[in-house]
């Protein structure tokens, strides 16, 4: 009776797990132990999914044919622009704040006082957002030119785009001028572009080194 009992008992737990039951093929440990696994990554212990297939090694993104995966120039130069002329307004603000408070400090503080900072505050931002957004708007339309013309994006673009704007910008101070506006403008998109690839640069020289 025991006996009976416990293959009753053993068919059943079998029979809950799959690893045995009534009219259900018998697989001991030994059989198991020898079917070959090479190839084959583990199952996951809560889902019966094989995690090859949960690897997403395509993109996340459907893009349109032809589309590029990053933005190019034209995308670029709203918020550039943008960015730039909100940048001007703020540092403007900020130097309006210190040129008013320094031209009033024999000043009480009233009503003529705080009147005065604030137009001081006004007008040093719209001067700065209006130069920060000329230069950016100027650099976005020799960039997007000279991309199209290349028919190619890379720093040499950058760099070509700062000269050109800094040219065209200062060209009322003559060739002087003229000559101190390109270089100022090839020093800063230089530094830009050697910032954007100096992680790359140093991974080269550490490869080269080793």
């Known amino acids: 009776m025991e006996g009976g009992a416990g293959n009753t008992k053993g068919s059943g737990l079998g029979g809950l797990f799959g690893a045995g039951g009534v009219g259900g093929p018998g697989y001991s440990h030994a059989d198991l132990a020898g079917v070959p696994l090479t190839g084959m990554n583990p199952l996951s212990p809560y889902l019966n999914v094989d995690p090859r297939y949960l690897v997403q090694d395509t993109d996340e993104f459907i893009l349109p044919t032809g589309a590029s995966k ?11 622009i943008g960015g730039c002329c909100m940048t001007g307004a703020a540092f403007g603000a900020l130097n309006g704040l210190r040129l008013g ?21 006004t ?9 920060l957004g000329s230069l950016a708007l100027l650099y976005s339309a020799f960039g997007v030119i000279i991309e199209k013309t290349r028919g ?23 060739l002087r001028g003229i000559a101190r506006g390109g270089m100022t403008g090839l020093i ?16 080269s020289v550490q490869r080269q080194s080793l």
């Open 70 to 80: 990053t933005r190019g120039r034209f995308e670029l130069a709203f918020f550039t």
């Open 152 to 174: 190619a994006e890379d720093d040499l673009n950058t760099v070509a785009a700062g000269t050109m704007t800094g040219m065209l910008y200062k060209s009322t101070g003559g």
């Open 188 to 203: 800063l998109t230089s530094l830009y572009a050697l910032y954007n690839n100096w992680e790359h640069m140093r991974g």
């Open 123 to 131: 007008r040093q931002g719209a001067s700065w957002a209006n130069t």
């Open 101 to 121: 408070l320094k031209e009033t400090q024999n000043m009480a503080w009233s009503k003529p006082r705080n009147v005065q900072i604030l137009n001081m505050v």
